[in-house]
């Protein structure tokens, strides 16, 4: 009996993955589209990081546990501990001052929305070290605001308080880009649908308008707590007495030697991670969160009333105040002689780049440029495969999409060399393997955007097109495309900005022809040439501006241009 | 109507997709490594009659030097032979990752500056080719790698980075001595990176081991410690931390301090009158690397070594001290004979480091206490 059910349901099972075959062969280029996702995804994702893992496991004489064993003790586990720690910390608070950005920048009429817009993105922009260091010259022993300031005469910054400070200044962008896209498609009907019915603001907040954005909610949380534990540059320069896991395992490659415990220790990072995500994508399977479906909706004007717009522009005004203090206070450095000590202004730090360093810049931006847009775009053709398709292993490519993203840099550069340095896959040395690594490690942001704004879309517009005769590919780039407009956007500008300042993976694929800007920074700010670290920053900062003013033009064109065809 | 869009679209897709296999073709891969580095590691005089490989003008080398540094030396290298030397910038230990990441098919011929110490790791880990430079008699014995791995090219001493402001107000001299720095007056006010973490530290525990004998170092460590206001992770930031005045005293290499110092921030350099340790910084040809470039790798060697070469380490403002005997002293260094440095036993420091940290960790401060 028990073994007659389980082999009807095998059956039944084998017969719905059969149909789904048959679905995708009507739609050959669809099938092909997926065959080469898999294939990239696991060349690209899967391969380097097992190259990594067998590093620390495997030599000659087969398997070897014991470096395993060894690494694994009572330290081991109190700094997994500590970064569990920051990364929930950050996490939390990043994603509640997103939240708040969001809601205020999307649902209300608050003045000086597009300000605040820019605001909020600009943190992604953080060189490496810059921030932290900055954090010192304001609030350390001789800091400006803590000694200068306050006159306190033995400030102690090193810990844990100050990393999560600086982390969620850093990582709240992140959450606000995620969670833009989601709080603007809300349909304001259903609000102005509950208002009308008696509901006060707080009520259709708390029934209507939060309950919508929990999925985009979650994966902020998820997106912050990955970047948060994986985080090397903050931690190193500012952590103190807190040892985390990332920045160990790097200590422990660089200087003691040890490749094995290092590697291991870093890939361990993954473990969390892929914890908390599958946690957040079996949440997420149980709920339907569709506002959008087609059917004629009133776009609401937003909120007006003092009450809430006013704490809101306070908040957000507090937050702009500190962002424009840190970034204030680089590009400050760019301009005096000695960042912290000698306050003549100078343009020296400048001349410097422009004769030393205006090639790596232009390869950093070259880089930036071509994965960009490839980053973008597989994000959201993910996306919708995984929202919209029914294929085999599916579950496979949502989560391989996600390893890159969640390891520290260090194992993605050294993987990717252990992986493509020899024939036939040589790719070690050309401008092709930054591309294919920028686009495989900043994919994800775009994914989860794209993913969190399909969900809220009926599937029944999508059906429609198909039904009409047009075929998925079409119907992606015609419909669903459009609808993920402030997802693409995210993704465009996390990927631009991210390939603009990653550092820990890229400093294994440099090479003499393609070497990056943010490696010069590196450098100097090593040889406490912190002038010429903050001047290349503020270029840094310069450029990513206007192409995010571009990329926005553009991706409003995108919506505007279909519309007008119709 | 907009079909193509659609088309053109999944074409670029797959296009970016398929880069791989084109990409690959892309760079002229070396792979005849094995055949032409045996023919090239005949004793090689200056100009053999026909090289077996075909030559190019073409140099890749991995340096630790900062980047203003190193364009420096390495443009001094091309005018002097002509040949088209290119560098790619990375700390020591992150050049070590590299090379044993990339050992099947290295990406470059020449590792340039950086301490022995990573240097050694990597000869252990048959990372390297020996290679002896002409005139490397001229270089002092001590600072030679026995094996012929490595050619030295710097040596660096052990100071204390001292904020002067801090000492000004706080109305106390510079510390002189290693026991300086247990007084009452430095409580809270001494940092140095963790040896657990950092090659430099662990130079300056292995100092103190040869200087003071095993059990008096770890008294003095336990002392110390009441004195320590952080250690750091990397061994250049207690100078940096000082120059910032984050901290009165650190401990660092000289070219380390003189460094911040040179750009300008209030820091006084001293030595302790006991002795001190020092790092040699290295040279060497990486083992399987490019083998269109082995002759001009070892064309770099001979150079890195000469006078000309080592007088630049004043030009770059480095502060580093040269090995060649005949090369000027940078101006603002303390010359190696005017040092009192002790006779640092390198290899003897590189067998006791595990068991040295261990007991470090055990008994002074644990990894937990790493900043």
């Known amino acids: 009996m028990q073994r007659g059910n389980t082999g009807i349901a095998f059956q039944h099972q084998l017969k719905t993955q059969r149909t789904r075959l048959k679905m995708l062969s009507k739609e050959p280029w669809l099938l092909g589209i997926i065959i080469l996702l898999f294939i990239s995804l696991f060349l690209f994702s899967v391969y380097p990081i097992l190259q990594v893992l067998k590093l620390t496991v495997y030599d000659e004489t087969g398997f070897q546990f014991d470096k395993v064993a060894e690494v694994l003790n009572a330290h ?34 608050m003045r000086g929305k597009k300000f605040f817009h820019l605001i909020a993105m600009l943190p992604i922009i953080s060189p490496p070290f810059v921030m932290a260091l900055s954090m010192i010259l304001l609030f350390g022993r001789n800091g400006m605001i803590s000694s200068g300031l306050l006159g306190i005469e033995d400030s102690d910054i090193y810990g844990l308080t100050s990393l999560v400070v600086i982390q969620t200044l850093g990582f709240f962008p992140m959450a606000y880009l995620n969670l833009r896209g989601v709080l603007e498609s809300i349909d304001g009907a259903l609000e102005d649908a509950s208002l009308s019915l008696g509901a006060s603001r707080w009520e259709v907040f708390r029934t209507v308008t939060f309950p919508l954005a929990l999925p985009a909610i979650f994966s902020s949380l998820l997106l912050v707590f990955i970047k948060s534990i994986e985080d090397f540059g903050n931690p190193m320069v500012i952590a103190g007495d807190y040892s985390t896991l990332a920045v160990q395992a790097y200590l422990e490659i660089t200087g003691m030697y040890d490749l094995k415990a290092g590697a291991f220790m870093a890939v361990a990072i993954l473990f969390p991670s892929l914890l908390a995500y599958m946690i957040q994508k079996y949440w997420l399977s149980k709920k339907s969160f569709v506002t959008v479906t087609g059917k004629p909706s009133q776009a609401s004007k937003g909120i007006g009333d003092k009450r809430i717009v006013w704490p809101l522009f306070a908040f957000c005004s507090l937050l702009t105040g500190s962002v424009l203090l840190f970034y204030g206070t680089v590009a400050w450095g760019a301009f005096v002689k000695v960042w912290g000590v000698n306050y003549t202004l100078t343009l020296d730090h400048f001349k410097y780049i422009f004769t030393l360093g205006l090639d790596s810049v232009k390869n950093s931006l070259i880089m930036a440029t071509a994965s960009t847009p490839i980053t973008a775009l597989l994000g959201m053709l993910i996306a919708y495969l995984i929202i919209r398709k029914n294929f085999v292993g ?16 260090t194992v993605v550069g050294i993987g990717y060399v252990l992986a493509f340095n020899e024939k036939p896959l040589l790719l070690t040395g050309t401008a092709a393997i930054l591309i294919i690594a920028f686009t495989f490690r900043n994919m994800t942001v775009g994914i989860e955007a794209g993913s969190n704004s399909l969900r809220q879309v009926d599937a029944s517009i999508e059906e429609a097109s198909t039904s009409l005769g047009a075929n998925s590919l079409t119907t992606f780039w015609r419909v669903s495309l459009p609808l993920m407009k402030s997802a693409m956007f995210s993704g465009l500008v996390y990927s631009f900005v991210r390939s603009m300042t990653s550092i820990s993976a890229v400093i294994f694929l440099v090479s003499v022809n393609w070497n990056l800007m943010t490696v010069s920074i590196l450098s100097q700010v090593e040889s406490s040439r912190l002038g010429v670290a903050a001047a290349y920053c503020l270029i840094l900062i310069f450029i990513i501006l206007i192409v995010i003013g571009f990329l926005e033009l553009i991706v409003n064109r995108l919506g505007s241009s279909k519309r007008g065809a119709h | 109507m907009k079909k193509w869009v659609s088309t053109v679209g999944s074409l670029m897709m797959a296009t970016t997709l398929g880069l791989v296999g084109c990409s690959s073709g892309t760079q002229a891969p ?146 002189e001595s290693w026991d300086d720095l247990l007084k009452p007056e430095y409580k809270g006010n001494v940092t140095m990176a963790h040896p657990g973490s950092s090659g430099t530290s662990y130079t300056v525990l292995a100092t103190l081991v040869q200087i003071m004998g095993e059990d008096k170092a770890f008294n003095y460590f336990k002392k110390l410690n009441e004195n320590i206001r952080q250690y750091t992770k990397s061994g250049s930031a207690p100078a940096k931390q000082a120059g910032l005045g984050e901290t009165g005293v650190g401990i660092s290499f000289a070219h380390d301090i003189l460094a911040p110092k040179n750009e300008g921030y209030p820091l006084t350099l001293s030595f302790p009158k006991e002795g001190t340790g020092y790092e040699v910084g290295a040279v060497a040809l990486i083992k399987n690397g490019p083998a269109d470039e082995v002759e001009n790798a070892k064309k770099f060697i001979d150079w890195a070594i000469t006078k000309e070469a080592q007088d630049l380490y004043e030009t770059s403002k480095s502060f580093r001290l040269p090995v060649n005997p005949d090369a000027t002293v940078p101006e603002g260094a303390t010359k190696l004979t005017d040092l009192k440095v002790i006779n640092y036993d390198a290899v003897w420091a590189g067998e006791n480091r595990d068991a040295l940290v261990k007991k470090f960790e055990s008994q002074v401060r644990g990894k937990e206490g790493v900043k």
Do not use: C, H
Request: no cysteine.
């Open chain 1, 76 to 109: 081991f586990f109190q700094i997994l501990w500590n970064s569990l720690q920051l990364g929930i910390l950050s996490a939390v608070f990043g994603t509640a001052i997103g939240f708040v950005f969001a809601f205020a920048v999307t649902r209300t009429q």
């Open chain 1, 394 to 409: 599916k579950k496979l490519m949502e989560f391989s999409t996600i390893l890159t993203f969640a390891v520290p840099g």
């Open chain 2, 30 to 175: 070396k792979q005849e490594a094995g055949g032409t580095s045996q023919v090239a590691s005949t004793p090689a005089s200056a100009a053999p009659a026909a090289p077996a490989a075909p030559a190019s003008k073409n140099l890749t080398i991995y340096t630790a030097y900062p980047e203003q540094e190193a364009v420096v030396y390495i443009d001094e290298f091309k005018k002097a032979t002509g040949i088209e030397a290119k560098f790619v910038r990375l700390s020591a230990g992150e050049t070590l990752v590299r090379l044993q990441a990339e050992k099947g098919n290295p990406q470059a011929s020449i590792w340039y500056g950086g301490p022995s110490d990573t240097f050694i790791a990597a000869a252990k880990e048959g990372l390297l080719e020996k290679y002896k430079p002409q005139n490397a008699d001229k270089i002092p014995e001590n600072f030679q790698d026995k094996d012929g791995y490595w050619s030295p090219v710097y040596v660096g001493a052990l100071g204390f980075a001292v904020n002067s402001d801090w000492l000004k107000k706080s109305g106390i001299p510079a510390p």
